[in-house]
């Protein structure tokens, strides 16, 4: 599987457990395990995703 399938995946995986969470939340039912994978899925998809970190660019320009 290719990075942007596995990111896809991921983010389809996040999008059906945001449903899924909203119909727990509208019911009144505890959402917790979900809550918990969600958590760990947005993890994982910011290690995919390329993340500029402009304060350390930044302050290592300035040191010039």
């Not at 990111?7 to 389809?12: F, L, M």
């Not at 899924?20 to 995703?49: F, M, P, T, W």
Request: hydrophobic share 35%; glycine share 4%; aromatic share 10%.
């Amino acid at each position: 599987m290719s990075k942007s399938q596995h990111k896809k995946a991921i983010e389809w995986e996040i999008e059906r457990l945001n449903n899924l969470i909203d119909q727990k939340i509208v019911k009144g039912l505890d959402y917790k395990k979900e809550a918990k994978r969600h958590i760990s899925l947005l993890k994982e998809l910011n290690r995919c995703s390329p993340v500029w970190n402009f304060g350390k660019i930044f302050s290592s320009l300035t040191s010039f």
